[in-house]
Structures are given as C-alpha cells and as structure tokens.
C-alpha cells in the first residue's frame, strides 16, 4: 500500500504532494506534483491571516476550495503512476496554516483544509489536523518534521542536521546517541518573498540574485537579530503571526535601498541558522538542507561562509535520497501512516509535549 503526502507551507506558494512507499525502504518517493497557488488564492490566503470580516464563511469556502486542489495533486499523481485510489493506505494532507499561536495563552494552530470533501473528491482515507493534538497536550503543534527526519536521515557514527528551508526555516538534530531535538529558527523565505514582491514585482528573489546585488546592512542585521523569538529557548515555533513584512518596517528609516535590505534579509536567515548550530548543536558535523530556500544559490553560499558552520559538510537532502523540494510532503505521508497504525507522531522533546501522542483526525474512505 501506498501513502500520498500532501503539504502548502507558510510560503503561500502553493501545493507539493509526493506518493511514497514505506514498504521497501524508510522512504521511497515514487512521484511527486507541485501546483502552484494563483494569485488571487495566495492574496484571500493571506489575508486570512489576519483579522477581517467574515472570516468563518471565507475560511469555510478556502478550505473547500483547497480539498479541490489538493485532490486535483491526487489525481495527477495517480495518473502519472497508473495506480488506482484502493491502492493508497491514506493520505496525509497538512492543510494550510492561516494561524498558529502556540504560547500557552492564547494556545491554537489553524490549517484550512476540509479533510471530509478530500476523502469524498478521492476516495481515500484522508488524514488531517495533525497539529492539534499535541497542542493539546500542552505542546507548539511544531515542528512536526523531526520524527520523520529521524526516521529516515539518521546516522549512527555521525551528528546530522537537517534544515528546512520554507517560508519559516526549522531544524532538527539527529545525533549519534543523544535525544532528537528541533525548533523554528525564525524567518526562512518569507521576509525575503514579501519585500521582494513588493519592489520587484517578482513572488520570490531566484537564486537570490537582486540580494546579492545588494550589501548587507549590517546595523540593520544586529538589530533584527535582537528580537527575543532569536535567543528564547526552544521548544519554540513561528509564523506569519511573528514574522510577516509588519515585523520589520518599524526597523527601517526608509532610506535604504531595496536591495540592500533584501540582502540583509537574506542574512537574516543565514545568520540565525548559524546562531542555532552555534548555540544548540556545535557537535554537529553533516547539515542537509531541503525546502525552497535550499535552491537560493546566494543563500547557500552564505551558509557556506558562516564560521559557526566551518566544521559541517553543507549538502541538500538530495544525496541522502530525498529531494529537498519534496521532504515536508514526504514527512506528512510518513505521519498518515503513524496515524493510520495508531503509532505515536510527535517529539515531546521537541514540542514540548506532556507526552507522547498520535496525531491526526480520520476521515476514512
Ligand atoms: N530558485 C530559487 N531561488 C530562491 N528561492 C527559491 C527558489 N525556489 C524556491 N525558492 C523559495 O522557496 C519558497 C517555497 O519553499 P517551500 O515550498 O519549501 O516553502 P513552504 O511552502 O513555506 O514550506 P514549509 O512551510 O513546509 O517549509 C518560495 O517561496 C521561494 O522563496
Ligand atoms: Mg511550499
């Protein structure tokens, strides 16, 4: 039986859903599709993420617009493979994230998605919700990805990192004999993407070409970098809440130039992903990146450069069998599957859980 993982990431950007087998090896990715959000889904996404009126009725018809995309990914999956839906054990279908306040007052995570019309469009058991429970259980709900990172990248003799490159960057830690642990770093690519999309016109900076056009604000850099999200301890996981455009125009005097600040941006993500691998995880010697912003050529190469990173081998999830582009999706298919077989899903080390739990909501074929 197969599994079909299926994530839209903070980014907005769109859909990734792979098809995945677990019976031969950990993983085996057997195909993969990408659907892009068009620009009138991604502006009522967003602004969904903030209050607004009526926002029952318009997350209501969001979600049910989602199942329909979502199900649109299924179906070219199944095609492109000629395999048939009673051939799939279940789907896992993240949702997308339009909230998430993981601080004890005020304690939810929101991923539209209506799992009921998914498991009706495709008749396969649809898994979804998998962030509430753990919420529940007093954790953040996030991130979820390092019970799968550790199922599937673990190394026995070496200290590996694995980090995620989405819209926010997280990272998990995988070494030889010590507990799995990972948190949110703090922005990945969507401070990048807003300001990019604001004076360019263009959804993302590719490659990271207009940053590396421009210089690093380095008092600029200090600054942000003094936000408390950056030195609070972990378990600890972010949003669009904390870190969307609003967060950094107070840091500005307006006179910047707009590539400059993009290049700043850019090592805003860098220096706080060298900031945690300073700080938390200085044993570590292999670093995998995957999501987007592991295609940020400029990004990577900064990485490279970053002291705190000298004594790891930098490389992408690629060369350990997954694709970067694929690797969230993967890790909602391998979650499915934990629901599916009663099996617990999350890190309490990492979420900060009371304990350990299953996760997910049913809705069977
Ligand atoms: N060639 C590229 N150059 C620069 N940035 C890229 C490139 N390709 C993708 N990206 C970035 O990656 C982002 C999409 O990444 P991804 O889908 O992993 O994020 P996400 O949807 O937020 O996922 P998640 O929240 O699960 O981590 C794009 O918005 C863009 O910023
Ligand atoms: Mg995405």
């Not at 940020?296 to 000298?310: G, M, R, Y």
């Amino acid at each position: 039986m197969y599994y079909i993982g299926i994530m839209s990431g903070t980014s907005l950007d769109g859909v990734d859903a792979v098809l995945v087998d677990f019976s031969v090896a950990t993983c085996s990715l057997i195909g993969a599709c990408y659907i892009a959000y068009d620009v009138s889904l991604q502006q009522d996404l967003l602004a969904l993420c903030q209050r607004g009126e009526n926002e029952l009725h318009r997350a209501a018809l969001l979600a049910n617009k989602l199942a329909g995309l979502y199900a649109q990914a299924v179906t070219q999956l199944l095609e492109q493979h000629a395999i048939d839906p009673e051939e799939i054990a279940a789907i896992g279908c993240h949702g997308q994230t339009v909230r998430h306040y993981p601080q004890p007052e005020n304690q939810y995570s929101i991923q539209l998605i209506n799992g009921a019309l998914l498991a009706e469009l495709t008749k396969i058991t649809t898994v979804t919700d998998f962030r509430s429970r753990d919420i529940a259980a007093g954790g953040q709900g996030a991130p979820l990805v390092p019970a799968f990172h550790q199922a599937v990248f673990s190394h026995s003799e070496v200290h590996r990192l694995i980090i995620n490159i989405g819209g926010i960057a997280n990272i998990t830690s995988l070494p030889v004999a010590d507990e799995v642990s990972g948190f949110d770093c703090g922005p990945g690519n969507m401070l990048m993407d807003a300001w990019c999309q604001q004076h360019t016109g263009q959804r993302y900076d590719r490659d990271g070409l207009w940053a590396r056009s421009g210089k690093i604000i380095y008092a600029l850099l200090e600054n942000l970098l003094r936000f408390p999200y950056f030195s609070l301890p972990p378990p600890k996981s972010t949003g669009r809440e904390m870190f969307a455009i609003d967060w950094l125009l107070p840091y500005l005097t307006g006179k910047e130039a707009a590539q400059d600040v993009q290049a700043t941006l850019l090592q805003l993500t860098v220096q706080s992903i060298a900031d945690a691998v300073r700080t938390c995880y200085p044993t570590a010697r292999e670093l995998y990146l995957c999501g987007g912003g592991a295609h940020n050529s400029f990004l990577v190469t900064q990485l490279q450069k970053q002291k705190e990173l000298s004594a790891c081998q930098i490389k992408r999830t690629d060369v350990l069998g997954i694709e970067a582009d694929w690797v969230e999706a993967c890790a909602f298919a391998w979650l499915a599957q934990q629901s599916m077989m009663r099996v617990v899903g999350n890190l309490p080390a990492v979420t900060g859980a009371a304990g350990k739990r299953v996760l997910g909501a049913i809705y069977p074929a």
